[in-house]
């Protein structure tokens, strides 16, 4: 094709000779390829090979790893704290998608029809994203007090709820991170909906009306179904992310009250990082590649089901 | 001109041409005829219709203000009294008056100021690593083509599909004995930076940015006697502003929000980032020191983002594309 290419067929004959590999530019094609090569290699793919060895291993930094075979994955499988990890990062998951799913989807309809001001409304929605997200959950954590006079039990008082626990009982404690977790990611959604939205084709409005459509049954039968494949996307990345919540539950309640908000990623960093027997890097790789193999199942079960939906 | 921002995440693509042909086939609308969504001209006609509609465009503004506005104004504010007013009642407008003695305690006595310091140090590190490790990738990858391209491209889109918690352990271990330094990157802002360029969604961008290029101008190039170095620095990477726009901000928006990296590898306050500093500060600091930082913590993201708005939401919807 381009004369690049062309130049490097036509050195098959002398590629064995390394004087000639210099001279056609293999050399500054290496030293380009090189901090790439570098990077990825230290930082990512010998990391990647790392944690799938290391699961089978038990390492202390001290001694040298000895393989140890599946036994990080039987630890890991029979600590009892993995139940309730797994039951509450699904909770959350599950609490996400009724809160966080719909919410964007809702807004990102309703200001598609905006005409003046649409830049105004997509700031503000897009403002929590922003802020920093320990900022975020540290003010919220304020928001959080338990007390009758905390800035949200304030709040309630006005409309006269009686003061809620928040973040201090086992009940309330989940709820509360999802709620954090959907401000500060829904305007970040609403923007990739609304960008979206913009490009169904006007003409399938135009030929709904003429079929007799009403806004409701447009919205129904034209808009959601030209969003199918955004919301098929946005749903598994939000699966994704749900199920690696670390920073929630890790800075505003560190896993309580009673385990309630101790999550599967939680569960790793207190292997790794939280012990006092030092860090037992084996059962916290050999729980991340579940983790990642679990996810990678799912979200290849998930995109053959609906492949198979979606071209029906 | 006409080559604006051409980045459509893998998912996205089917839908890029479509968008292209929007532009004509509007101005063969007539100028009168505006973008037209799910509300029809004549439906806007009926008086019901448009009444509940203005009304529902004025109640989602007034909750938008309230949602994604109103905890910051509050925080705005708690920054400015005292400790005992903003727990006593939170939600009164200075009752006994404005403290602007919190702002400057935060920044002088607690050091805030040494926490911001960091934070640039740390985005700006990590910003130049993962700038260059996609240019010069991006380049290799997409206009010199060797041979093993294919292949070292392959596993740069495989690690797409790792979750970075698989990384956390190794990559810790690497960073406590990096191959060939021979000495701890602990406690170094290397070991923020140097991990932050292994970023494959970066080189995915940059690579196809380049890709879009016209060969033609390397060509001649080349013809003109233009060597790698030169065909890099004079043609490819002045050609790519817009993509090395969208990189930036992508990068320092992600330098500014890590938390758990940065944490783990840098355990001492005196070079912790502010995102690391500001949860431990919340036990020793009285209440409204501590929410003047997390205010301070705020102003520079929020700034960046009303200066740079539209770039920020244009970008954003490739946003969705990184979270996973």
């Known amino acids: 094709m381009s004369t690049l290419q062309r130049s490097a067929a036509s050195g098959i004959q002398t590629r064995r000779s390394p004087a000639s590999w210099v001279r056609r530019g293999g050399l500054s094609t290496l030293l380009f390829m090189l901090p790439l090569l570098v990077i990825f290699g230290v930082f990512s793919w010998k990391p990647i090979v790392e944690a799938v060895v290391m699961s089978l291993q038990t390492t202390n930094l001290v001694t040298p790893a000895t393989f140890v075979g599946l036994e990080n994955y039987i630890k890991v499988f029979s600590d009892p704290q993995l139940g309730q990890a797994v039951a509450n990062t699904l909770y959350f998951a599950v609490l996400a998608l009724i809160f966080g799913y719909p919410v964007p989807l809702v807004v990102a309809v309703l200001m598609s029809e905006v005409k003046r001001m649409r830049g105004l409304y997509s700031a503000l929605a897009y403002l929590p994203v922003v802020v920093p997200p320990v900022v975020a959950v540290l003010l919220w954590k304020v928001f959080y007090n338990a007390d009758a006079t905390g800035p949200f039990n304030t709040v309630l008082s006005w409309v006269g709820i009686a003061p809620q626990p928040w973040l201090q009982s086992a009940a309330t404690a989940m709820p509360s991170l999802v709620l954090e977790a959907t401000w500060a990611g829904a305007g970040g959604t609403i923007i990739i909906y609304l960008a979206a939205l913009t490009s169904v084709n006007p003409d399938l409005y135009d030929a709904a009306e003429i079929d007799g459509a009403n806004i409701w049954k447009k919205v129904r039968h034209v808009t959601l179904p030209q969003l199918r494949s955004v919301l098929l996307v946005t749903f598994i990345l939000q699966i994704i992310g749900t199920a690696q919540v670390f920073l929630e539950p890790f800075l505003f309640t560190n896993g309580g009250p009673a385990n309630s908000t101790s999550t599967v990623l939680l569960l790793i960093y207190r292997y790794a990082f939280q012990n006092s027997l030092g860090g037992n890097y084996g059962a916290a790789t050999a729980l991340s590649v579940l983790l990642a193999v679990f996810l990678a199942a799912f979200s290849l079960v998930y995109f053959r089901l609906t492949r198979s939906w979606s071209t029906e | ?324």
């Open chain 2, 1 to 324: 001109m006409s080559r604006r921002i051409r980045i459509t995440p893998p998912e996205q693509k089917k839908r890029g041409p479509d968008q292209k042909k929007r532009g004509p086939r509007q101005k063969k609308r007539g100028p009168d005829a505006a973008e037209r969504g799910i509300i029809s001209r004549s439906d806007w006609r009926r008086p019901s219709i448009r009444r509940s509609t203005r009304a529902i465009h004025a109640t989602l503004l007034v909750l938008l203000v309230v949602a994604g506005l109103g905890p910051l104004l509050w925080l705005l504010k708690a920054s400015i009294t005292p400790t005992q007013d903003t727990l006593r009642t939170p939600m009164a407008l200075f009752p006994n008056g404005v403290d602007w003695q919190n702002l400057a305690t935060a920044w002088t006595t607690i050091h805030i100021d040494v926490q911001f310091a960091n934070t640039v140090i740390v985005a700006a590190g990590a910003w130049a690593v993962q700038l260059i490790v996609a240019t010069t990738g991006g380049f290799a990858l997409s206009v010199l083509r060797p041979r093993y391209g294919g292949v070292v491209y392959a596993l740069v889109l495989a690690t797409l599909f790792v979750p970075a918690v698989v990384l956390l352990v190794p990559l810790y271990l690497t960073i406590l004995h990096p191959p060939l330094i021979g000495t701890s990157l602990l406690n170094t802002f290397w070991a923020v930076w140097l991990p932050a360029g292994a970023s494959a969604f970066n080189v995915v961008l940059v690579k196809r940015f380049f890709d879009n290029l016209p060969r033609e101008i390397f060509e001649a190039a080349r013809v003109d006697g233009a060597g790698s170095l030169r065909l890099f620095w004079s043609v490819v990477l002045p050609m790519s502003r817009p993509i090395l726009g969208v990189v930036s901000v992508f990068a320092i928006i992600a330098a500014w929000k890590d938390y758990l990296w940065p944490m783990l590898v840098l355990t001492v306050p005196a070079i912790q980032p502010l995102s690391v500093r500001l949860p431990a500060l919340q036990q020793t600091i009285e209440l409204d020191v501590y929410l003047a930082a997390l205010a301070i913590s705020t102003v520079i993201p929020i700034a960046l983002f009303v200066v740079f708005q539209r770039f920020f939401l244009r970008s954003a919807g490739l946003g969705g594309a990184i979270k996973g």
